[in-house]
């Protein structure tokens, strides 16, 4: 026992290795119970017992392995990496377990191969279990086969691939051991459940007893398909479904189970035969031998051959055209029945191979459908039928047209019926309604044939369409039969049974119907029908794709034009017999008054004009359904009719036929009577429009195309030219309205050359303004029409052309009635993959004369073309080139040219290679959508040219393949096994140009046929190809593959591969997983343009609304010509190069929102799966992980541009980014670390543009994530912000001051203390820049948020930084110095302390620099209070510290870089100013405490200058006021900044606070001045609960809602006192409106129980928002909100609607606030409106309103002041440019109010009198010296005396105006000031230094002034009344204009930018604090505005009327008390 101690100590894994084989078993004991324990599948402990996992199952004990058995299948079980084992396990399993003799051993054995098949391994499984069936020992093939059995049984043969199980049945059954044998039937039975009669054929050939066995056993099998019972990990959700019905006792029997039956195709099963190489070698000339005999000997040989169900692929085109002969022209009956029977052969045998031979044969066997013989019928049927299942109708269509016209009665029966057994195959996606129009249109002529089996077999076909594709859409072609005949259809249709299909017709379902003259139909696979149902729906769509070119001609006027918008089902377009003249009068005496009747035909015009009008009263009266429209229209007709002379008589009867048509069931028969009259007026004055209107009334009730033929053809018959200019203006118009769906170009075109040639000027004008409409929907083929005109008029069209490039056609307004509502529904069936859009096309395609070449084709042609001498195979090409291009567009008939064509692609010339290659493209330009059926023979040939190793010959052969798939789409290439057969060949050039090709192409289709699998073994050869751009090639398309193919299926795919081969593409797969792109969109439902009659068709719709993947959108460039795309079917498959592409899906969102993406990505770093962001230079690998992260998340095209290697297209990226920046914030800020990370690459880049690009969207992308409240993570500063600190080092000043404007902005998103250190490491970069920079930055973030930054410790960083004193650099040592200073104005002396030993050289500098310093400092910042210093650790703004930062020497470089970096920020509009999110409101509070002490002091210097008293004192009740006011204001900060915080219940108790004191009247005083900062607050919490509450799922509601609810009461509560309300500047306004409509719209909220009631009351406040707040600012704030909302898309469509709904409202109320308005700053946001949105543009809007809106505004404003309006433009620079003024001067005429105006224009801009004015002018001149001296501080007791004294001299003066808009303290100061100096001058010396100071009764137009009001405010109106003066005084020196005039530049210039800035709210807070600083210049400014500005407040006279008394009262009080 000794030794087995020792063993027992070992871990587990050694035991199970151990040579002792009871180590061995406890082993396994231990491992079962471990691997049952362990409960993290992908736990590491799994690693370990990887490799021994088949040692577990093959040990040599047999107790021991069954216990390894056992712990292996948990092992499999539980483990995530058990797959890795399959092979070797299942291999161990196969050859040790199977052959065991316990039961038990083989049973695990089993279970452990069932669960790898469970983990998703069934292939290698699969395989190894086929390998175990060649093993020696019987028992080992029976354990296989019943292991494969019972894997069939529980998983299904979807999962089990059946194919080659069913091969090696048959051997099984020959083997010698009966128990092999009787399992091998037992496996028979098994799969005969899942695919039935599919397994007979390969199991004919048994022992017939066997065969009988098995038979006897099939037929017990019960007849349900069987079901999976175990599923694979991937299938949980089915699974969970089967024990669900297994739960319910399988009551629902399976029905949504698929059924699995038909997933199998026998075909599929069997083993394709080689036959050409079998042939007879004589066989050629046998078949063209004289004696029938010899040809019959040949025949047999083939028949034999081609009887094997499946044929190898080869080359058959020899042997068709031979069988083709024979079936043509062979007079033999007999031979053209075996000829027949061998094309069967081929056909069933080839299937899709086939198709390439389909065209070529089917002609002829139509044909031959003369013959009256039976068994010649019979045999021609099945080949027919057989060759059928080869193609698709839509190829086949033409052929069959070809013969429906045959004088011959049998051809034309047997094509019918060949039509009807062919639609039963077909699906409603197969036959779209382009395939089924024509041929219904041939079937009808049939149903009206004289020869009664005709006509039935045309009913049979109609009947089986109508049952295939249902009534609805068969109905629209039938409108012409009656009732007897429909009927007769309808009967067929019952009697239909579709092929596998609604009587489940199952195996013979396609024979039985096929027509009874077929007992033994489609004899060869006799289980050919299941396979059709399989096979053909993979065609699904091609059909409609190819709106088969010829066609539709024959029945075009007739049934096309009308037809096409005929109405379908139960309006059967309404028709109507012609009643004669006395019917008619019967009809409408019943429903009109008989007076009315009478007096039609009145001599007396009066009286015809009275029955007019009751004719027109009792129309709009009658009931549609009893309207007798015919009867109507005759009576109108009736004499004089259309001759009638009075115009008045005669608008009305044109009304009164608009009403009938558009009221009654209107017909074509009663549309005929009118029309007449209606061409006839439409060029009349007066009675044109009516004219008009009529025809577009019929137009909707008849069909446009309908309608404009009729008119257009009247009116060319006659010779009126107002009529025909009219007529074709008419149908321009009204084909814009109606769209262009099935207008019959044709019809006008004739017609249009006569108006081109008319003499009448206007005629040709209007042909032309057609034209130019025809061409935006049909784009460049129209000009073909016309190339013979002459060159003058060319010039001429193409100049309309031209104005029409690039736009694309309006949507449909109006439709044809009834259809318009039923074929909206058809429009989404239609759009099938390659058909919706590029229909559009080909609808165009259609239209244009198409030549038949067929004849031109001689034999001796294509002799030449194949003759021995190359020079006369040139010839030959050449005689094809110009046949071709004389032909200009051609049929698809070609005659035999493809064949020739195809051997010159091969030709050892290369000259005629590349000959043959342009003939191609050229046919491919002539033959349009009709080359389709010529892919497979001349298509696919060209692909092999692409092997050719001349470059030139190459890039011909692509050009080729290109024109060829802009016509065809892309389905028919990638169909069948051609294109994997050209990938075989192992030609690198070939191989590399078509991966490269389908790479391009698969990304832009929707779906793609199932064989493009085929390819995939080839494109896995290819990704190990020798050749390297192979390999390249190959990896760039792989993941386009599985766009299509999915992951799935092409790593199963992998399973064939060798080994090493598999894991290396496993690898790739993995790869190409991860870029894979988006599959395009589908198109949308409404692609046809509603009510389209054939959307495949909608031309219009191909361009409005690109229908499909191929036709994104017809850009100009992408084409020389336009619409050279809706010219090619589907064109714009890219055609020049991406460009098209790209714009496909760019209006989807740029990123996409994938949830948890960033923190999975930031675990994988964490964890080491993926590189850290860590580099001195990128190398390869991280551009890679990058480009590998991005994939998910990026859209596809922008990954593609953000990597090109042309910096450009990163420049148009960004670009693209900066656009989508605001609307996709939430997106941007999911991706924010990759975007990160690639800004980080493009700072290595050394391109400025780049940079300078990359800059700009940091700073808006900063600023927005301030916005959001956004925090960056560690992760994402650590791998963006190092990198931004490099480029701080830059050489160009502009890169260094937007990288530290940035920074700047970064401290509000992430903690400066953690900026810090990297600013640190930035100071030891070696370059000095960089240093300097980094210095300065780090001075600024310690003067800005205190000593805490600096991070580790202050002492740390500060001796890291004092060292760069002695730097060799000066900018570095001055930058050092000034940042140690700062942190002396922080900490005082303290910083020698922290600073450590300096040299004395050093310190010496220091010490100096710190002495300058602190001279120039205000305030000794040494001995700082607690307060201060408390706030310094908050982040303050800094413009606010530099109060505090000491001059320096050299210019202050500090200072600057600041302002450096606030210049370039305004320049932005959008971006914020620097103030911070968080603590904004307290800071800015705090930083005006800080400058207290200086106001106060002015008070106490100064006493007897009361009006540098600081305003604050205005309210002061009481000598303490200061402080205790001070407290409150900072308390009342302190509230607000909480209004805005992240925390709902803090939000709500500072909003409680708010509302206590907004309710007391008496208290809500105190607010004043803090309004905008209040409302600021307020709308960053409505933003902040829009985007982050309301989408937090864990809040309560109830809590958003209470939050809401405090926010709107405090709201209401404000906007209720108006004094508070007036003070809202317009950009706090703005923002909050904006906030308060978006709250409106925020479709979440209705969700909430009270959302209603929320909703209504935010209705309520906008109201009052609106009434109460000062109207310049609210009306102006509206309009910018306006513009914001057009120009940006991001927002909601109704948030522009609700805008202008405020705007009306203040339109509506502007009659009673224009007083208080001041229109130059509402006209000049109208001007700068119209600069972003001039007319043209804003009549592009989809809506008008805006339009509407604007030109409301401005009349309304005319309307109500005049001509003065125009003297209100002053604040418009260059005004004269200006749209506004021209409209305004239009308006103003209109008025009629221009009169006096000119001779005051070269005056001051007054309304007064001229006389007068100048001595205005001069008074007001003088005051306004005076008052600007009385507010200046030195003069202001001399502005005094010159007052009193003027007022002396004039004693009438009116000083009103100069005081009306100052403060009550300044108004009280004057008045004291001239008493003061009265009672001097009397002597009197009363000096009153009382200083009493008056109650604050400020006028509520300007607001209160106390300290805490923000000077921003007032700065904005200061600048206002600034700019206003210094316009108007055109010297641009209005006073106080000079100190300021730099701050007045750049909003004016910004305003005017190309996107107008808008003050918003962000902006104005920081304009306050920068403002602080000035505070005193402030105020002695603030007084001299108010002292000036009433002079041009005079001019304006705004002020009310009661005002003004008011104030007269007040002076004469003044007056009296001075007497």
């Not at 039935?196 to 390969?202: E, F, G, V």
């Not at 008029?793 to 949507?811: C, R, T, V, W, Y």
């Not at 480029?1287 to 998103?1309: F, H, N, P, Q």
């Not at 109201?1663 to 909302?1685: C, F, G, H, P």
């Amino acid at each position: 026992m000794g030794d087995d101690s020792e063993w027992m100590k070992l871990p587990i894994d050694q035991k199970c290795e151990h040579k002792v084989w009871k180590a061995r078993l406890n082993g396994y004991e231990e491992a079962l119970k471990l691997f049952q324990r362990i409960e993290d599948e992908k736990s590491p402990e799994w690693g370990k017992y990887l490799g021994l996992i088949k040692k577990f199952v093959t040990d040599s004990n047999a107790v021991a392995q069954l216990k390894g058995l056992e712990a292996a299948l948990a092992f499999i079980e539980n483990a995530h990496v058990a797959g890795k084992t399959t092979g070797e396990v299942v291999s161990g399993v196969v050859t040790k377990v199977f052959n065991q003799p316990k039961a038990r051993a083989k049973e695990l054995g089993t279970d452990i191969c069932l669960m790898y098949i469970e983990i998703e391994k069934a292939e290698v499984v699969q395989d190894e279990l086929l390998k175990g069936l060649d093993n020696k020992n019987p028992k080992i093939v029976v354990a296989c086969i019943e292991a494969l059995r019972k894997a069939l049984s529980e998983f299904g043969s979807k999962i089990v691939t059946l194919k080659p199980v069913v091969k090696i049945l048959p051997k099984q059954f020959e083997s010698r051991e009966k128990a092999v044998r009787d399992e091998a039937k037992q496996l028979a039975i098994e799969i005969y459940k899942w695919i039935r009669d599919a397994l007979r054929p390969p199991l004919q050939n048994i022992n017939s007893v066997q065969l009988k066995e098995l038979e006897e056993e099939w037929v017990k099998l019960p007849s349900s398909p069987p079901k999976q019972i175990r599923f694979l990990r991937s299938q949980q959700d089915l699974k969970a479904k089967f024990e669900q019905q297994q739960a319910q006792g399988e009551q629902s029997d399976g029905e949504d189970e698929e059924e699995p039956v038909a997933a199998v195709d026998p075909y599929e099963l069997l083993e394709a035969v080689e036959i050409l190489s079998k042939m007879p070698k004589d066989f050629y000339e046998k078949i063209e031998a004289k004696k029938w005999q010899e040809r019959k000997e040949a025949l047999e040989a083939v028949e034999a051959l081609t009887k094997n169900p499946k044929l190898e692929n080869g080359d058959y085109g020899d042997l068709v055209r031979a069988l083709k002969k024979v079936v043509g022209k062979d007079a033999n009956v007999m031979l053209v029945t075996m000829a027949a029977k061998c094309l069967a052969g081929l056909a069933s045998g080839l299937r899709k191979k086939f198709g390439t031979y389909a065209g070529q044969v089917a002609p002829t066997i139509l044909e031959k459908f003369k013959e009256k013989k039976p068994q010649v019928v019979q045999a021609l049927q099945e080949a027919i039928d057989a060759i059928f299942h080869t193609t698709t109708l839509q190829n086949l269509s033409e052929d069959i047209l070809g013969v429906m016209d045959n004088k011959n009665p049998s051809i034309k029966q047997q094509a019918s019926l060949f039509l009807a057994r062919s639609f039963r195959h077909c699906t409603q996606a197969t036959l779209p309604k382009s395939v089924l129009k024509p041929l219904c249109a041939a079937l009808i002529k049939q149903v009206n044939d004289s020869a009664p089996e005709v006509r039935d077999a045309a009913f049979e076909a109609l009947g089986t369409a109508m049952k295939v594709v249902g009534e609805k859409a068969v109905n629209p072609f039938l409108t012409d039969l009656d009732k007897l005949k429909l009927d007769k259809i309808k009967e067929c249709a019952d009697k239909v049974e579709l092929a596998g299909g609604k009587k489940g017709a199952g195996g013979g379902g396609g024979a039985s119907g096929g027509g009874d003259k077929k007992p033994a139909a489609r004899a060869p696979p006799p289980a050919e029908a299941p396979s059709k149902s399989s096979a053909p729906p993979k065609k699904t769509q091609t059909a409609a794709s190819k709106s088969s070119a010829g066609p539709p001609k024959k029945g075009k006027p007739s049934s096309a034009a009308g037809g096409k918008t005929k109405k379908s089902s139960d309006s059967k377009e309404i028709t109507e017999t012609e009643l004669s003249v006395e019917v008619c009068e019967d009809l409408a005496a019943g429903v009109l008054p008989a007076s009315c009747l009478q007096q039609l035909d009145s001599a007396n015009w009066k009286e015809r004009l009275a029955s007019m009008e009751e004719f027109q009263r009792a129309v709009e009266t009658m009931d549609k359904a009893q309207m007798p429209c015919q009867a109507l229209v005759r009576m109108l007709a009736k004499k004089p009719g259309w001759k009638e002379t009075n115009f008045q008589v005669m608008q009305m009867k044109l009304h009164i036929v608009a009403l009938i048509a558009q009221r009654g069931q209107f017909s074509k028969t009663s549309a005929s009577v009118a029309l007449d009259g209606l061409v006839d007026k439409v060029g009349d004055v007066k009675c044109g429009g009516n004219a008009k209107e009529g025809l577009t009334a019929i137009g909707q009730a008849c069909s446009l195309p309908w309608t404009a033929e009729q008119a257009v053809s009247m009116v060319f018959a006659q010779k009126n030219p107002k009529n025909q200019a009219e007529t074709l203006n008419w149908l321009a118009n009204a084909i814009k309205e109606f769209g262009f769906t099935g207008i019959n170009v044709k019809a006008f075109i004739n017609n249009v050359k006569t108006a081109l040639g008319a003499t009448n000027p206007a005629v040709r004008t209007a042909a032309i303004t057609l034209l130019g409409v025809m061409y935006l929907y049909m784009g460049a083929p129209l000009r073909m029409f016309f190339e013979d005109e002459k060159p003058a008029l060319l010039a001429q069209i193409d100049a309309e052309f031209e104005k029409m490039q690039g736009q694309s056609p309006p949507a449909p307004i109006r439709f044809t009635k009834k259809a318009a509502t039923e074929e909206e529904g058809d429009d989404g069936e239609e759009q099938e993959e390659e058909g919706g859009g590029g229909g559009g096309g080909q609808d165009i395609m259609d239209l244009l004369p198409r030549t038949d070449i067929g004849d031109k084709i001689t034999s001796d042609l294509v002799s030449k073309i194949g003759d021995k001498n190359w020079k006369i195979r040139k010839e030959g090409l050449d005689e094809v080139a110009a046949i071709i291009s004389e032909a200009k567009f051609i049929t698809a008939n070609i005659g035999e040219l493809p064949l020739a064509l195809k051997g010159r692609l091969g030709d050892s010339n290369k000259i005629l290679v590349q000959q043959s290659l342009t003939i191609l493209q050229q046919l491919a330009t002539a033959m349009g959508p009709g080359l389709k059926q010529h892919v497979k023979a001349l298509g696919i040939p060209v692909i092999t040219v692409m092997g050719d190793s001349k470059p030139n010959v190459r890039a011909a052969a692509l050009a080729t393949l290109q024109a060829w798939v802009e016509q065809t789409g892309m389905k028919e290439w990638l169909e069948g096994e051609d294109l994997s057969e050209e990938l075989k060949r192992e030609n690198p050039f070939l191989r590399q140009e078509v991966l490269g090709w389908l790479a391009e192409k698969l990304p832009t289709l929707r779906t793609v046929p199932g064989d493009l699998m085929l390819c995939i073994p080839q494109l896995y050869a290819c990704l190990e190809d020798r050749n390297g751009d192979v390999r390249k090639k190959a990896q760039d398309a792989l993941p386009t593959f599985m766009m299509h193919l999915g992951y799935d299926k092409m790593n199963k795919a992998t399973g064939k591969l060798k080994p090493a081969s598999k894991d290396q593409v496993v690898g790739m797969l993995e790869k190409a997983r991860a870029v894979m792109p988006a599959k395009p969109a589908a198109p949308a439902k409404a692609g046809g343009g509603k009510g389209s009659a054939e959307p495949s068709r909608a031309a219009s719709a191909s361009r409005s609304q690109p229908a499909n993947e191929d036709f994104p959108d017809s850009k100009p460039e992408t084409k020389k010509v336009r619409g050279g795309a809706a010219k090619k079917g589907a064109a714009a498959k890219k055609p020049a190069a991406k460009g098209m592409k790209d714009d496909e899906d760019r209006s989807g969102p740029i990123f996409i929102l994938v949830p948890n993406a960033k923190e999975q990505r930031i675990k994988e770093e964490k964890q080491l799966k993926i590189l850290k962001w860590n580099f001195n230079t990128p190398r390869d690998e991280y551009v890679e992980q990058l480009k590998t992260q991005m994939s998910t998340c990026f859209a596809k095209w922008l990954q593609d541009e953000l990597f090109h290697f042309d910096f450009q297209r990163h420049v148009k990226a960004i670009g693209v980014m900066i656009e989508r920046l605001e609307s996709e914030s939430e997106a941007t800020i999911s991706c924010l670390d990759l975007i990160l990370k690639w800004f980080t690459l493009r700072f290595f880049d050394t391109n400025t543009t780049v940079l300078m690009k990359v800059l700009e969207y940091l700073k808006l992308m900063f600023a927005m994530l301030n916005r959001e409240n956004y925090h960056l993570t560690e992760y994402e500063a650590n791998s963006f912000v190092p990198y931004l600190i490099l480029k701080v080092g830059e050489s160009k000043d502009v890169v260094r001051k937007d990288v530290r404007a940035i920074l700047t902005m970064l401290c509000k998103v992430y903690p400066a203390s953690k900026v810090f250190p990297f600013l640190m490491d930035g100071t030891k970069s070696k370059n000095s820049k960089q240093r300097a920079e980094c210095l300065e930055e780090l001075g600024c973030l310690i003067e800005s948020y205190g000593m805490n930054v600096c991070q580790p410790t202050p002492a740390k960083s500060l001796k890291e930084i004092a060292v760069h004193i002695g730097d060799r650099d000066t900018s570095v040592r001055n930058a050092a110095l000034n940042t140690v200073v700062a942190v002396y104005n922080v900490c005082g002396e303290q910083v020698y302390k922290l600073i450590g030993n300096l040299s004395e050289k050093d310190m010496s500098m220091l010490e100096e620099r710190i002495k300058r310093s602190a001279k120039k400092t205000p305030a000794a910042p040494a001995k700082q209070t607690a307060t201060e210093r408390s706030q310094r650790e908050h982040p303050t703004n800094p413009n606010a510290t530099f109060l505090r930062k000491p001059a320096q020497e050299d210019p202050n470089k500090l200072n600057q870089a600041r302002q450096n970096a606030q210049h370039s920020e305004s320049s932005h509009p959008s971006i914020p100013k620097e103030f911070q999110l968080d603590l904004d409101m307290i800071e800015m509070d705090q930083s005006r405490v800080c400058e207290l002490p200086d106001l106060v002091q002015h008070k106490l210097d100064e006493l007897l200058e009361p009006i540098m008293i600081p305003e604050p004192k205005m309210r002061a009740v009481s000598p303490h006021f200061d402080d205790l006011h001070n407290s409150t204001a900072s308390t009342i900060n302190f509230v607000i900044s909480q209004v805005a915080s992240g925390d709902i219940n803090t939000s709500i108790q500072a909003l409680a606070q708010i509302d206590e004191v907004l309710r007391q009247e008496d208290k809500a005083e105190v607010m004043s001045g803090h309004i905008d900062q209040f409302l600021i607050a307020t709308f960053m919490q409505l933003r902040l609960i829009y985007s982050t509450h309301m989408a937090d799922d864990r809040l309560d509601k109830k809590d958003i809602f209470k939050l809401y609810s405090c926010i709107i009461g405090n709201m209401l509560s404000l906007f209720s006192m108006e004094s508070l309300a007036r003070e809202a500047s317009m950009g706090v306004l703005k923002d909050l409106m904006h906030g308060l409509i978006t709250l409106m719209l925020d479709a979440r909220v209705e969700d909430i129980e009270e959302g209603q009631q929320l909703i209504r009351s935010v209705n309520l406040l906008v109201i009052r928002v609106m009434e109460k707040s000062d109207q310049t600012n609210i009306l102006s704030a509206l309009l910018v909100l306006l513009q914001d909302s057009l120009v940006s898309t991001a927002g909601s469509p109704m948030l522009p609607e609700l805008v202008m709904k405020c705007l009306w409202r203040m339109i509506r109320f502007l009659p009673e606030t224009i007083n208080n308005i001041n229109l130059d700053r509402i006209l000049l946001d109208v001007h700068n409106f119209m600069k972003v949105f001039p007319k043209e543009k804003l009549k592009q809007l989809k809506s008008d309103v805006p339009h509407r809106t604007l030109k409301t505004l401005l009349h309304t404003l005319c309307k109500l002041t005049g001509a003065k309006i125009l003297d209100h433009l002053s604040m418009i620079e260059n005004r004269n440019e200006s749209e506004l003024e021209a409209h305004l001067r239009r308006v103003v005429k209109h008025s009629g109010n221009l009169s006096g105006l000119k001779s005051d224009r070269g005056n001051e801009k007054t309304g007064l009198h001229t006389e007068d004015r100048m001595s205005k002018t001069k008074v007001s001149d003088i005051l306004t010296e005076i008052f600007k001296k009385i507010g200046s501080k030195e003069n202001t007791k001399e502005g005094l005396t010159e007052l009193y004294e003027y007022k002396q001299k004039y004693s009438d003066v009116d000083l009103e105006p100069f005081l009306k808009n100052t403060s009550q303290f300044f108004q009280s100061y004057v008045e004291r000031g001239l008493r003061m100096i009265e009672s001097e001058r009397e002597g009197k010396a009363r000096i009153q230094t009382s200083a009493v100071i008056p109650q604050h009764g400020a006028d509520s137009n300007l607001s209160s002034n106390n300290e805490e009001l923000k000077p921003a405010v007032y700065y904005e109106r200061l600048k206002i009344l600034r700019q206003r003066q210094g316009l108007e005084n055109t010297s641009r020196q209005g006073t106080g204009g000079g100190e300021d005039e730099p701050q007045q530049r750049p909003p004016i210039s910004s305003l005017l930018s190309s996107k107008p800035s808008v003050a918003s709210s962000t902006d104005m807070l920081h304009s306050k604090l920068s403002q602080l600083k000035e505070s005193r210049e402030l105020y002695q400014q603030e007084h001299n505005a108010h002292s000036h500005s009433p002079t041009h407040t005079h001019t304006r006279s705004a002020s009310p009327a009661a005002n003004l008394d008011d104030l007269k009262k007040r002076l004469e009080r003044i007056k009296s008390n001075r007497q």
